[in-house]
T-cell receptor, first 115, second 114 residues
Framework: AQSVAQPEDQVKVAEGNPLTVKCTYSVSGNPYLFWYVQYPNRGLQFLLKYITGDNLVKGSYGFEAEFNKSQTSFHLKKPSALVSDSALYFCAVRDLNTNAGKSTFGDGTTLTVKP | ETGVTQSPTHLIKTRGQQVTLRCSSQSGHNTVSWYQQALGQGPQFIFQYYREEENGRGNFPPRFSGLQFPNYSSELNVNALELDDSALYLC?????????????FGEGSRLTVL
């Protein structure tokens, strides 16, 4: 079985400050990890992914995430938050050893960036 | 904006009815997956279609069924609707059976069951 936990329902930061949105995962095989963002009444948009290689991956809109195998984490980060980053963020994992194509999502973290 | 389009965007049904949701995948994508997103939750995997065959299914009952057509578009059918089926239904397309790539989501179809 595969699972994702996003321990924080909400994260609030001031504009210009760094932000972190946490994600931990569980899979039986090698994880493929993803972050998506969802704006109100919209579908999910891909931000970045970890497949293999460098543990620090960079994605859209200045976001990055660090894969930590020993801690089974894949936290989303940004050095300087913008008000426009306010949205709902989802972490997802896929395990190719089980159900091909099935992505398991966390329940999401609402990011609020205050001016 | 992705090239994934879904219809209808909103619909209201009553318990026991049947519904069909439609999805056109992004150009060149041969894999379509469907997700159910209940209010306040993350998307839950329903099933995936690759080359017109179902090749993965989540924990959903058989009254959730689907099709994929030769042009890679897809339908999600739900029979005997229940109140708990009220949710946002998301279609996502990807390449190569969805094995390694990211998902490209449509805007979703919001179903309300009364």
């Amino acid at each position: 079985a595969q699972s994702v936990a996003q321990p924080e329902d909400q994260v609030k930061v001031a504009e210009g400050n760094p932000l972190t949105v946490k994600c931990t995962y569980s899979v039986s095989g090698n994880p493929y990890l993803f972050w998506y963002v969802q704006y109100p009444n919209r579908g999910l948009q891909f931000l970045l992914k970890y497949i293999t290689g460098d543990n620090l991956v960079k994605g859209s809109y200045g976001f990055e995430a660090e894969f930590n195998k020993s801690q089974t984490s894949f936290h989303l980060k940004k050095p300087s938050a913008l008000v426009s980053d306010s949205a709902l963020y989802f972490c997802a994992v896929r395990d190719l050893n089980t159900n091909a194509g099935k992505s398991t999502f966390g329940d999401g973290t609402t990011l609020t960036v205050k001016p | 904006e992705t090239g994934v389009t879904q219809s209808p965007t909103h619909l209201i049904k009553t318990r026991g009815q049947q519904v069909t949701l439609r999805c056109s995948s992004q150009s060149g994508h041969n894999t379509v997956s469907w997700y159910q997103q209940a209010l306040g939750q993350g998307p839950q995997f329903i099933f995936q279609y690759y080359r017109e065959e179902e090749n993965g299914r989540g924990n959903f009952p058989p009254r959730f069924s689907g099709l994929q057509f030769p042009n890679y578009s897809s339908e999600l059918n739900v029979n005997a609707l229940e109140l708990d089926d009220s949710a946002l239904y998301l279609c996502a397309s990807s390449l190569a059976g969805g094995r390694t790539g990211e998902l490209f989501f449509g805007e979703g179809s919001r179903l309300t069951v009364l």
